[in-house]
């Protein structure tokens, strides 16, 4: 695998120094640069598209859920990853819909942010394991953006929606693959059907497509006393 190419969007340069000089130390990734707002990335990824972004929700001007939409029309095979020094709800959601492949606290450990990278650019979902099921809860419901998204469902094989479900409770590919008893390489082959088939650009994506859509379903799960869901 090459190089991963990682930009850094936050107006906190303490925050965005300290991510460079932690990513510069390691092999295999690429600083980017880092910008303060999402005008500014804007501007930057116009020149050369990073393979993972770091996106602060908070920003100033243009908020990260709409300069996340922006960046992935001009970079569509980017991994947004969200950053924020908290996780509300409402926005994470907002973000996700965007096509941020999950997120990340800031106050996560360094190690922690290099594996979230890492997994960002495999194409993984990059949600804390018990944290997915929530999420999709919330997110199963929302508008859908498509009028054709059941047609396109419909076209999903056995194997395909079998593959998605098993996504939905947190797994990563490996983890999925030794569940299926299938390869690594086999899923993701599946997986790079399902996205063309759906017109879709990550795995998050193409498990929520197909989770409104009826294909498949969440892990059994009862609500808490906050009303969201804990899988079993």
């Known amino acids: 695998m090459s190089e991963i190419r990682v930009l850094v969007v936050d107006d ?25 707002s999402g005008e500014e990335a804007m501007d930057m990824v116009a020149a050369g598209c990073p393979d993972v972004v770091l996106m602060d929700i908070d920003l100033p001007g243009m908020d990260g859920v709409e300069a996340t939409r922006r960046l992935l029309e001009i970079c569509p095979d ?47 979902i990059v949600l804390p394991e018990h944290d997915l099921p929530n999420v999709l809860h919330r997110l199963q419901h929302s508008k859908h953006r498509r009028e054709e998204s059941q047609e396109l469902a419909n076209r999903l094989t056995s194997r395909e929606i079998q593959i998605l479900e098993a996504f939905t409770g947190g797994r990563n590919t490996q983890e999925v693959a030794q569940a299926l008893v299938l390869s690594a390489h086999t899923v993701n082959s599946h997986l790079r059907s399902v996205m063309a088939k759906l017109g879709v650009r990550s795995k998050l994506e193409a498990v929520l497509f197909a989770l409104r859509n ?4 969440l892990p059994r799960s009862d609500p808490d006393e906050t009303g969201h869901t804990d899988a079993r």
Request: hydrophobic share 55%; charged share 20%; net charge positive.
């Open 12 to 36: 906190h340069r303490m925050f965005a120094d300290a991510i460079e000089v932690l990513l510069r130390g390691e092999p295999g990734i690429t600083w980017a640069g880092a910008a303060a």
């Open 78 to 124: 980017s991994r947004v990853v969200a950053i924020s020094a908290l996780q509300p709800d409402r926005v994470l959601t907002r973000v996700i819909e965007a096509g941020a492949v999950g997120f990340v606290a800031k106050s996560r450990a360094a190690d922690e942010l290099l594996k979230t990278i890492l997994r960002a650019a495999a194409g993984e």
């Open 214 to 217: 009826g294909a498949i379903q």
